[in-house]
């Protein structure tokens, strides 16, 4: 009997070793996260700076969009969350105007960030014309004749331009991507990239996080 339960108790531990070593809690660097070239200068004090390079047209994004706000809620006091809408140099996209608009104008809440992604993906309104941006953000309670004139702008152009710099600075070439106090660089697709074993979108979100609560973790220790 004492054999069986030490037998036991053995694959038990056993298992557990198993689960740790495999588990992305400790995810190895060029694997399910890189570190960048170049490190950026981070200004969130003793709080870790997280970024979220993403599209309002990317299916991807919004697609993560609920599981990273909850993840960044769950995160609180230890991170500053800061969202970057990707840019392609030569081009002045409608979506990302509107959000560099919103933002400039700080009536950029979650709820209506998630309106946006709705409203593409779930409505089928592109929103690929400015026209169709205007009309969208009327029914959203926003002063149209304000949003228009910030829309139009210098900043918003300005935001522009720096968002093709910082995809530059941080070696974006895809997203949704995370980058965790300018040092480190997650994502869905990156998590998995070694097991290669999620077989839905909520599955790489759930590694995703685990990677970045890592990376957190890492990043606070490295402040000290």
């Known amino acids: ?33 890189k570190t960048l070239k170049a490190p950026q200068a981070v200004d ?23 599981a990273l706000g909850a993840w960044v809620k769950k995160q609180g006091d230890n991170i500053v969350f800061k969202r970057m809408h990707i840019s392609r140099p030569g081009t002045d996209l409608p979506q990302e105007k509107m959000f ?10 979650p709820e209506l960030h998630a309106k946006a992604f ?12 400015d026209e169709q941006v205007f009309e969208f953000i009327a029914k959203q309670g926003v002063d149209k004749q304000k ?9 918003v152009a300005g935001r522009v331009r720096k968002s ?28 998995d990239a070694e097991k290669q074993s999620a077989t839905t979108e909520a599955q790489l979100h759930g590694e995703v ?3 970045l609560d890592a990376l957190v973790t890492k990043a606070k220790a490295e402040k000290k």
């Open 44 to 66: 969130t004090g003793k709080k870790v700076e997280i970024i979220e390079f993403f599209d309002y047209a990317c299916p991807h994004c919004a697609a993560f969009d609920s």
């Open 147 to 155: 949003f228009i004139d910030t829309y139009r702008g210098f900043g």
């Open 1 to 33: 009997m004492r054999f069986l339960k030490f037998a036991l108790t053995a694959f038990a531990l056993s298992a557990v070793a198993l689960t740790a070593s495999a588990s992305p809690a400790d995810p190895k660097n060029g694997v399910e996260y």
């Open 100 to 109: 560099f608009t919103l933002e400039a104008m700080g009536v950029l809440t």
């Open 164 to 191: 093709v710099s910082m995809m530059d600075a941080y070696e974006i070439d895809s997203w949704p991507t995370l980058t965790v106090d300018g040092k480190y660089q997650t994502s869905p697709t990156m998590a």
């Open 209 to 211: 996080t685990q990677v």
């Open 118 to 129: 709705n409203e593409i993906h779930v409505n089928h309104n592109p929103l690929r014309r």
